[in-house]
């Protein structure tokens, strides 16, 4: 940053210092903004966490009149506004928990020029009455937040989206944002059509989220490997845990409760008001995991989830990364972890099988899977791999990912590859992968003696490799599409057409050496500089002082914690112990509101700590 720039006070740079107590923009935020100001369209994609708030905040500020936000989920938008109440920002909300006597007021003020910004559900736009309202009064910009929800192709469409297409041509001059984090090709095309944003300038800063750890570990013990993970990296973390069906998230919350962790169901199919207060103790409280079904996370935006931990597979890499983006959106250091194995595996083939009868759809779905697969069975750096499923040029080793950190050992297994595909044409292609791993190692179990498959030239031609090996095996052929499942049937393995050249001997097959969970385990937290930058809020008696006196503030307004001060305001606190209101200043995250609130409360504890040291 250039120190000798000498901001004037209603300058974008000047507003982010004075009042969020940050020095200087992040990416593009200053183009994105200066954008807005004269007036432009854009649309911003931005990675979860990578502060695209500000860019219509500030603008929002700057510029005359109210700026609109259009969030998605009205549950959220008391934290936005508490968040930059917080701040000292002039901001309200609108919608269905208000009375009509506190719509009115919100509305007053807007009419007196009171208010800088206003967030609203889309629905709220189709009233005839709330669109004449904001037609007849000054309107600074609309921010169009998760804006992929205009699209059919992701899983969060929201037909009140479509409606925003108006927009345009009854505030002209007014200018418009629409923002996301999730925006593969087709989304991206989606939000410059429906939104009408055809002459919106793109800002696109690149998807790493470089403080996300990511470990894939194959399937031994779920559970004992999530309990492990936990332990180890997590303890007294705040996570969420995604598990595909309602039956084993419940199960799941009560097995980790059990085992002395503060875990919460959350699922479509509980009580809204019991879903609602898990929520809420999710936000408001430190430490707290959610064990959920996708059903949540769209839109939370606490600061300091330190990681997320799959259970079962996702179900696409976009739908992966969207999850995992719920880790870390304050930037420090956090993981996406998952497990997954052989029935994952399987069971996603099997309902790609079973999905409808449209060719083009089936075709995507069919590449998408293959993209998630082979994702999980790579043996290069994981970070990449992502990233270039999204577009992006990506080399070297990212240095923490568990491919990184704990490189796999990959080896030809083409000989192997061919003996598990004549096992299965020879066994008629109907077993599944227990049966003909059986087969392979010579195991006379009485299935195989009934059919005489003791009989065959192959039984026992494997037994030089485990069970477990051969297992891998099968796993990484079927997610590699070389084996396919029959459905008609009782889900035997049949083979592709892809196969054939393997089994001329044409074609070489590479497996990734699974390496052993413990192992791998060790290795990455003896990995030193990753694991000591990690908070630990746990560690010192200064951190859990100063975490206590946040809880004690946002307990007695009603807030979540990090609206009071983010975990990395804390942690910096700790590290720099300013002893003057003027040090105390500097603290990145310290706004001019928040110094007069709080600056008093936490030096006199800073004080009080030097004094005992
Ligand atoms: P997004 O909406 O893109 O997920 P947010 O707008 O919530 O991200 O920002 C993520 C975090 O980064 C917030 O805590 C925010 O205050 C912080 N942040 C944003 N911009 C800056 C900046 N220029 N300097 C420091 N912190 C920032
Ligand atoms: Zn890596």
């Known amino acids: 940053m250039n120190t000798a720039e000498q901001p004037d006070d209603q300058s974008s740079l000047a507003i982010l210092r004075r009042v969020f107590g940050y020095e200087s923009f992040r990416h593009q935020q200053r183009e994105i903004i200066e954008r807005t100001l004269s007036g432009g369209d854009s649309v911003v994609l931005m990675p979860t966490g990578g502060g695209k708030s500000l860019c219509y905040q500030i603008p929002a500020i700057i510029r005359p009149g109210v700026g609109v936000i259009i969030s998605p989920l009205i549950a959220l938008m008391q934290d936005q506004v508490d968040t930059l109440v917080e701040y000292g920002v002039r901001a309200a909300y609108i919608n269905s928990t208000l009375s009509f006597e506190e719509q009115a007021r919100v509305q007053a003020k807007i009419r007196a020029q009171e208010l800088d910004l206003l967030y609203i559900a889309p629905e709220r736009l189709a009233s005839e009455e709330f669109f004449a309202f904001l037609c007849s009064v000054n309107v600074a910009l609309f921010a169009i937040d998760e804006a992929h929800c205009v699209s059919q192709w992701g899983h969060d469409f929201r037909p009140d989206y479509l409606k925003l ?12 944002m629409a923002l996301t984090a999730t925006a593969d090709e087709p989304t991206r095309k989606d939000i410059f059509e429906r939104l009408n944003l055809q002459d919106a300038k793109l800002f696109s800063t690149g998807f790493d989220r470089p403080n996300i750890r990511y470990h894939v570990q194959v399937k031994s013990n779920a559970r004992q490997q999530l309990l ?42 509980l009580d809204p008001r019991m879903r609602e207060e898990h929520q809420r103790t999710f936000l ?19 600061s300091n989830v330190r990681f997320v931990a799959h259970l079962d597979l996702p179900k696409s890499l976009e739908a992966y990364y969207q999850e995992t983006g719920r880790a870390g959106r304050d930037g420090l250091p956090s993981s996406a972890w998952m497990v997954y194995g052989l029935g994952d595996v399987v069971a996603l083939r099997q309902m790609l099988a079973s999905s409808g009868t449209d060719q083009e759809q089936k075709f995507i779905e069919h590449r998408k899977l293959g993209s998630l697969l082979g994702f999980c069975e790579t043996t290069d750096c994981r970070r990449h791999v992502l990233l270039r499923y999204f577009g992006e040029d990506a080399q070297g080793k990212c240095g923490n990912c568990d491919t990184c950190l704990t490189p796999v050992d990959s080896w030809d297994g083409s000989l192997e590859a061919q003996k598990a595909l004549s096992c299965i044409y020879r066994t008629g292609q109907r077993f599944g992968v227990t049966y003909l791993v059986d087969v392979l190692v010579g195991k006379e179990t009485e299935r195989i003696v009934q059919f005489g498959h003791n009989h065959l030239s192959l039984f026992g031609s494997g037994s030089d490799r485990s069970h477990a090996e051969w297992t891998s095996i099968f796993r990484q052929l ?7 499942i029959d459905l008609a049937g009782y889900g035997g393995l049949q083979l592709a057409p892809e196969c054939k050249p393997i089994l001329q001997g044409e074609q070489q097959v590479h497996f990734r050496h699974d390496p052993h969970p413990r192992k791998s385990k060790q290795t990455a937290t003896s990995h030193g500089a990753s694991s000591k930058e990690k908070v630990n809020f746990e560690s010192s008696e200064l951190l859990k002082a100063l975490r206590a006196k946040r809880m004690f503030l946002a ?9 009071i001060f983010h975990d990395k305001t804390l942690l910096q606190m700790s590290q720099e112990l300013p002893s003057t209101l003027e040090e105390f200043s500097q603290i990145s995250g310290v706004g001019e509101s928040k110094l007069a609130k709080y600056g008093d409360i936490f030096l006199e504890l800073l004080n009080e700590h030097r004094s005992k040291a």
């Open 555 to 563: 307990k007695k307004q009603g807030v979540p914690p990090y609206v």
């Open 228 to 269: 492990s993970f936990i332990r180890e990296e997590h303890q007294g973390d705040a996570g969420i845990v995604y598990c595909m069906s309602r039956k084993k998230v419940e199960k799941m919350a009560e097995w980790l409760s059990k085992q002395g962790l503060r875990a919460l169901p959350y699922h479509a199919g």
């Open 478 to 484: 079927i997610a590699f599409g070389y084996i396919t």
């Open 284 to 302: 408001q409280e430190e430490g707290v995991i959610v064990v959920a079904t996708i059903a949540f996370g769209m839109g939370i935006d606490k």
């Open 165 to 176: 297409d108006c927009l345009k041509e009854h505030f002209s001059g007014v200018p418009r």
